[in-house]
């Protein structure tokens, strides 16, 4: 089992930039991959992008060009750098640990307890 804990998420004006954090604990966090997710009001858990344990990283269509992802293994902790918000982009964002097995799909083995982000028009 991995503990995830998410921080970073706010009140933020369109056009603006946030950057989450997930720091992860209870396993050897350079061996998994991570992802992150979002769910708005009334619609599905939808995903984000991921990052293998070796770096490499992949985005839905909605985040590429906008959102980054990145890890520090030293700090067992793995980034969302979120620029050019829109109100589009609110939602309570989740961090997951678990395996990628195709790009843009994400197997999530366990999960953080979620960060809400809102983005104001």
């Known amino acids: 089992q991995v503990r995830l804990v998410e921080s970073g998420g706010g009140l933020v004006q369109a056009g603006g930039s946030l950057r989450l954090s997930c720091a992860a604990s209870g396993r050897a966090f350079s061996r998994i991959d991570m992802g992150w997710f979002r769910q708005a009001p009334g619609k599905e858990r939808e995903f984000v992008g991921a990052?293998?344990?070796?770096?490499?990283?992949g985005y839905a269509d909605s985040a590429k060009g906008r959102f980054t992802i990145s890890r520090d293994n030293g700090k067992n902790t793995v980034y969302l750098q979120m620029n050019s918000l829109t109100p589009e982009d609110t939602a309570v964002y989740y961090c997951?640990?678990?395996?990628?097995?195709?790009?843009?799909?994400?197997?999530?083995?366990?999960w953080g307890q979620g960060t809400q982000v809102t983005v104001s028009s």
């Open positions: 990052i293998r344990w070796s770096g490499g990283s």
């Open positions: 997951a640990s678990g395996t990628i097995v195709s790009p843009g799909r994400l197997i999530a083995r366990d």
